[in-house]
């Protein structure tokens, strides 16, 4: 059984920098691509960044782009989100998800969030 747990997450003054981990547990098949969502009461879920699980691919929402940072432990299947710079807008839910496929838009297991408050 797969299991995504998601910590790191927590309150932050703007300007400031949490880094979100993901522990992975379990085979995960397929595991082409794994990234990062995140979710804001009232606004649809964001794909905020994502990695190719062979090699160092990544890519980002422009809204994060130069500030987020995704990065992956192969060796310790932990995913990482390192978060700089952060703006009350960032303030959301964030997921981690694995077994992606090569588009990176079906994912296959999913964490239950960790949640990040940025005040001003």
């Known amino acids: 059984q797969v299991q995504l747990v998601e910590s790191g997450g927590g309150s932050v003054q703007a300007g400031g920098s949490l880094r979100l981990s993901c522990a992975a547990s379990?085979?995960?098949?397929?595991?082409?691509?794994m990234g990062w969502f995140r979710q804001a009461p009232g606004k649809e879920r964001e794909k905020v960044a994502r990695?190719?699980?062979?090699?160092?691919?990544?890519s980002y929402a422009d809204s994060v782009k130069g500030r987020f940072t995704i990065s992956q432990d192969n060796a310790k299947k932990t995913l990482y989100l390192q978060m700089n710079s952060l703006k009350p807008e960032d303030t959301a839910t964030y997921y981690c998800?694995?077994?992606?496929?090569?588009?990176?838009?079906?994912?296959?297991?999913w964490g239950q969030g960790t949640q990040v408050t940025v005040s001003s």
């Open positions: 998800a694995a077994g992606g496929d090569i588009w990176c838009d079906v994912f296959k297991y």
């Open positions: 379990g085979y995960i098949t397929s595991n082409v691509c």
């Open positions: 990695i190719y699980t062979r090699g160092t691919s990544t």
